[in-house]
């Protein structure tokens, strides 16, 4: 009866001392290349054997040259070093951010703006890192990120949660979408209060909601404020109706990326210049996956937050 292969006392070290002996021709100089002695190696060789219970090598005074079974078990010494070197790498590059996987939450358009140049930025820092992006409200953001679904959500306003943390990223202007013969466009600036007597569509979807309230904040008398209607409908309808003139519309600023017909954008004045929606990135305190921290470390790489001052 054949005595069974004694596979669980086979180690690294057997098939690395194989493969450089097969490598060099020659155990003395597989020994100098591993730099071990050359009795430890050639031990190391002879235990391989009895462990596998054939002869990998003929040994001759010229040197050593692999048996015809010895042939194929170290073709698959190599293909088993390979995948541990492999798996080696993977794991160092994922313990640093470099591999795995981030899911990335946002509620605002990337077609163009800092969000989509921050991912374009990530993704030439960390090709082996698996990106997934949603675009979701506000809300159900936040709960995947409690979750643990989403990694990171990007989005405008909202305060930190418990379990949370928070870094105000950037800001982009609020844009008017008017059509493309509407009489605002012969001013030189338009300004909140030039709205009063206009329809303005928005979507149901956010940002709308944060357009909304903004809205209404900077026109506070009711019969200041212009006809606002909600649309269960994304911001390209949106774009569409006010292309058939249904109304003007109000965007952030990366939405300009998206060319559509018949509308023209505008920026909209405040008192101090043009009228901004400030950005957070939020994620959980508890999420130790190194890609985020990598994206983490772009955002504020890219997007430092002022120095507070500090009170006399």
């Known amino acids: 009866m054949s005595r069974p ?14 493969v450089a002996a097969a490598d060099c021709g020659s155990f003395r100089q597989a020994a100098e290349s591993l730099a071990v002695q050359h009795s430890v190696l050639s031990r190391s060789i002879s235990q391989f054997e009895h462990l596998v219970g054939v002869a990998l090598f003929d040994r001759s005074t010229g040197g050593v040259a692999p048996t015809p079974a010895g042939r194929t078990i170290l073709q698959m010494s190599r293909m088993i070093l390979e995948q541990v070197d492999t798996l080696v790498a993977t794991g160092r590059s994922s313990g640093r951010g470099e591999a795995g996987h981030l899911s ?56 930190t949660l418990s379990g949370q943390k928070s870094l105000p990223v950037w800001s982009e202007r609020i844009l008017i979408v008017l059509p493309k013969d509407h009489p605002l466009l012969s001013r030189n600036a338009i300004h909140w209060t030039d709205l009063h007597n206009e329809t303005v569509l928005l979507s149901q979807r956010d940002p709308g909601s944060d357009l909304k309230e903004l809205l209404v904040s900077k026109l506070v008398a009711n019969e200041r404020r212009p006809k606002i209607e909600r649309h269960d409908v994304s911001r390209g309808i949106i774009k569409s109706l006010v292309s058939l003139g249904l109304g003007i519309s109000l965007v952030l600023e990366a939405d300009v990326g998206a060319n559509f017909t018949g509308v023209v954008y505008r920026e909209i004045q405040d008192g101090s210049g043009p009228s901004r929606m400030g950005f957070n990135a939020y994620w959980r305190k ?27």
């Open 104 to 159: 990335v939450g946002f509620c605002t358009s990337i077609s163009a703006g800092n969000l989509r140049a921050t991912l374009a930025e990530f993704r030439k820092r960390t090709p082996m890192v698996a990106l997934t992006t949603a675009e979701q409200s506000r809300t159900r953001l936040m709960d995947s990120v409690r979750s643990g679904t989403t990694d990171v959500a990007v989005v405008p306003g909202g305060r």
């Open 5 to 18: 292969v004694q596979s669980t006392n086979i180690s690294l070290h057997h098939l690395r001392s194989a």
């Open 286 to 312: 508890d999420n130790e996956n190194p890609a985020l921290t990598r994206f983490l470390d772009l955002l504020a790489e890219r997007y430092p937050s002022p120095p507070s001052t500090a009170e006399g």
